[in-house]
């Protein structure tokens, strides 16, 4: 089976990276940015029959810094 | 208008932070985690009627490599 966690900043976090990215966006013509806020998508390859629950373990323990980051899984 | 890009390295590119995190993972004694592919997640705010033409032409200039990188855009 195959799931695919999202990992963003929370709000109010500051995303240097983000604000990088929309800056090199205007500054190559691109108008109407407003905002960027980038984060990681990990794809993991798993056991068949591994929960959810056990995928949110994983994300507390090592994927996500949940004091700074919120995480979303899907199943995929 | 909101959008979601998501840049993940093409099959066949080596991912040693996926790696890393797969390895990390038995470690911690999570099993069956057979495979992990680490990719990027950039949530653009746009002005209202950007076109996913002009997305993809920013996904193409800046967002992705695309030697190494695929990329899939989403309205949200």
Redesign the interface.
Known sequence: MKARV?V?LKDGVLDPQ?EA?RH??GA?G??????????????????DG?TED?IG??CE???ANTVIESYRIEIV
């Open positions: 999202h963003m983000g990215v090199a966006l190559m691109f108008d109407g940015v407003e905002g960027v806020r980038q984060g990681k998508v990990i794809e993991l390859e798993l056991a591994t056990r373990e994983m323990r090592l994927l």
